[in-house]
């Protein structure tokens, strides 16, 4: 059973930092699409950053780059968002999120993701 479990979120200062942890659990990253979103209230949710297959290029938001920087450690089984120099419209609850890859030749990672953890609140004050 493919398990995602986020933590590591809170209130935070605008210009600080965070890094959420998502672990995972019943997959192998070499075999999945990882991905970090957020929905702020009112909003729709977006994808954040991603990475396909535990390699190639790492995808990132245009608001986030330069700012957030996606990790993983294999021996873990989880995966990290380090977020610096927050903003107050990065305030959101982030998710990660986790979806089987069947095909290879790309590494674009913006997908429909199938499973998904059950959230942490970033709280970022001006």
């Known amino acids: 059973e493919v398990q995602l479990v986020e933590s590591g979120g809170g209130l935070v200062q605008a210009g600080g930092s965070l890094r959420l942890s998502c672990a995972t659990s019943?997959?192998?990253?070499?075999?999945?699409?990882i991905g970090w979103f957020r929905q702020a209230p009112g909003s729709e949710r977006e994808g954040v950053s991603c990475i396909r297959n535990n390699g190639g290029r790492t995808y990132y938001a245009n608001s986030v780059k330069g700012r957030f920087t996606f990790s993983s450690d294999n021996a873990k089984n989880t995966v990290y968002l380090q977020m610096n120099s927050l903003k107050p419209e990065d305030t959101a609850v982030y998710y990660c999120?986790?979806?089987?890859?069947?095909?290879?030749?790309?590494?674009?990672?913006?997908?429909?993701?199938?499973?998904w953890g059950q959230g942490t609140q970033v709280t970022v004050s001006s």
């Open positions: 019943g997959f192998t990253f070499d075999d999945y699409a």
């Open positions: 999120a986790a979806t089987p890859i069947y095909y290879s030749g790309t590494d674009y990672c913006w997908l429909e993701y199938d499973y």
